[in-house]
């Protein structure tokens, strides 16, 4: 797919992340861009075509647009900007005392999606994906990929919704509408891979992590999955059973940091205790 010219001239900077920035248009407040960084071209088309299939099934997504690039060769998303947004992370910094609420909403998010059956046909199954990011990790031993291999493909299947990088900074709310963004790792299957991204957010991250990226104390956000786990998992069962089962989830997910910062990361790592 040939991506349409843009120039930046018409948008003005509103954020940034590992992956890009991104920016809101100068005159027409519908249309917001997602710029990947320099070099990154297939990303972005895959992640447009793959937020086109997730829209298409209902999921609550702002509505994907054009494939771009700007006039320095970057290639971006342009997507149905909503108006007056705020992510649950920001929201939460920004008013502490209505921690309970925000985690509810999210929990709520949460469950929905993750009810959602999809056509597994048109989606990677999440085991498949962690299998292959164990394959080409670097940083384990070969019988430390056998046990966590083995944890991985033992963990039951489902058919339903994963969001691949369940951030309550990921979510956001306009009014009383609610969306769910940066899918670019949507699949299907368990969600406890997913969930194990809150608590990693949560609970994993360092202070100073935590602060910067969700704009909140770490005392806070240990404070959000202490309000999100009761709504997600059920009242009855004791958060610490429930931190137990999701806490190998979560240290999965030093399989994507350490891909990203080309080195070990013992901090997440010692969530994998129980399996390595």
């Known amino acids: 797919m040939e991506a349409k010219r843009i120039s930046l001239d018409d948008y003005v900077l509103t954020g940034g992340g590992f992956n890009g920035e991104s920016y ?20 972005p088309l895959d992640e447009m075509l793959l937020a086109r299939k997730v829209y298409d099934m209902g999921i609550p997504t702002p509505e994907p647009g054009e494939y771009v690039q700007t006039e320095d060769g970057r290639f971006g998303i342009r997507f149905h900007r909503i108006v007056g947004k705020k992510s649950y992370s920001r929201a939460t910094g920004d008013n502490p005392e209505e921690v309970a609420r925000y985690a509810w909403e999210f929990a709520q998010m949460c469950l929905q999606l993750h009810a959602t059956h999809v056509d597994t046909t048109k989606f990677e199954n999440v085991k498949d994906r962690y299998l292959r990011l164990l394959s080409e990790s670097p940083f384990f031993t070969t019988g430390e990929k056998d046990r966590l291999g083995k944890f991985i493909t033992d963990t039951p299947d489902e058919d339903t919704a994963v969001h691949g990088d369940l951030q309550y900074s990921n979510a956001i709310f306009a009014g009383d509408k609610r969306y ?22 949560c609970y994993l991250s360092s202070p100073e992590f935590i602060q910067e990226t969700f704009h909140m104390p770490k005392p806070l956000a240990m404070r959000f999955w202490d309000e999100f786990a009761p709504v997600y998992f059920g009242k009855d069962r004791p958060l610490k059973e429930i931190e137990e089962e999701i ?29 390595l």
């Open 24 to 43: 809101d248009h100068k005159t027409d407040p519908t249309v917001m861009l997602k710029l990947y960084l320099p070099g990154k071209i297939r990303q």
């Open 180 to 201: 769910f963004i940066d899918l670019g790792d949507f699949c299907y299957g368990n969600h406890l891979f997913d969930v194990g991204m809150v608590y990693l957010c």
């Open 247 to 275: 806490r190998p989830y979560a240290g999965l997910k030093t399989l994507i940091v350490e891909r990203d910062c080309g080195s070990p990361m013992p901090e997440f790592r010692a969530a994998l205790s129980s399996i």
